[in-house]
């Protein structure tokens, strides 16, 4: 069964530091993947996402992922934080012939000045 | 702004009691999903429609159901409401609902059940 794993459900970090947040899925064919955000009250909305061709994506507000296939991971990164960061980030995979997209627990970014 | 609106805002409502949650996706999309978000569960599947109808379900309880419309508009009915059904509930769309498509969402329906 198809499942996504995000360790760390709080990360806290620094303004200006390294962001780092963790996904690992399960799969047995190739994977779409997802990273989506939630500011507070609001809805998700994607930051970025990996379907084929290069591994390294880049997204919105800084952010980038790595799809590694053979660690099957898709960790979030930014180099520098913003207090603007703060939020909840929920990584997602999807496949082909697999209509509904599987989202991880979540993770919640806090930024301390 | 996801273009995806949903209505109403919040409900507070009492147990046993029905209620419908009302989502309008962006235009051109044609794919509607349905996802329940609370503290225990996080965020979880329900159901998605294309284009009218059912395309995949979720872990959506038989006391819940939904619809998609000739407008594309779509309605979730929960009904025998029960104390854990208080959650936030989110209406995403997409263009064609293909695994690989971004999903827009919306702001959300906060329900409360007493």
């Known amino acids: 069964a198809q499942s996504v794993t995000q360790l760390g459900s709080h990360v806290s970090v620094s303004e200006g530091a390294l962001v780092l947040l963790r996904c690992n899925y399960s799969?047995?064919?190739?994977?779409?993947l997802f990273w989506y955000v939630q500011y507070p009250n609001q809805g998700l909305q994607l930051l970025l996402k990996y379907t084929t061709g290069a591994t390294l994506v880049k997204g919105i507000n800084g952010f980038e992922a790595e799809f590694k296939k053979s660690e099957t991971s898709f960790h979030l990164t930014k180099p520098s934080a913003h207090m603007s960061d703060a939020a909840e980030y929920f990584c997602?995979?999807?496949?082909?012939?697999?209509?509904?997209?599987?989202f991880g627990t979540g993770t919640r970014l806090l930024v301390s000045p | 702004d996801s273009g995806v609106t949903q209505t109403p805002k919040h409900l507070i409502t009492a147990t046993g009691q029905r209620v419908t949650l009302r989502c309008s996706p962006r235009?051109?999309?044609?794919?509607v999903y349905w996802y329940q978000q609370s503290l225990d569960q996080g965020l979880q599947f329900l159901i998605q429609y294309y284009n009218g109808e059912e395309r995949a379900k979720g872990n959506i309880l038989e006391r819940f159901s939904a619809q998609q419309f000739p407008d594309l508009h779509s309605e979730l009915n929960l009904s025998s409401l029960e104390l854990g059904d208080s959650a936030l509930y989110f209406c995403?769309?997409?263009?064609?609902?293909?695994?690989?498509?971004?999903?827009?969402f919306g702001p959300g329906t906060r329900l409360l059940v007493l």
């Open positions: 995403a769309s997409s263009a064609s609902g293909t695994s690989w498509e971004t999903q827009y």
């Open positions: 235009s051109g999309d044609l794919s």
């Open positions: 997602a995979v999807g496949y082909t012939g697999f209509q509904k997209l599987v």
């Open positions: 799969s047995s064919v190739p994977p779409y």
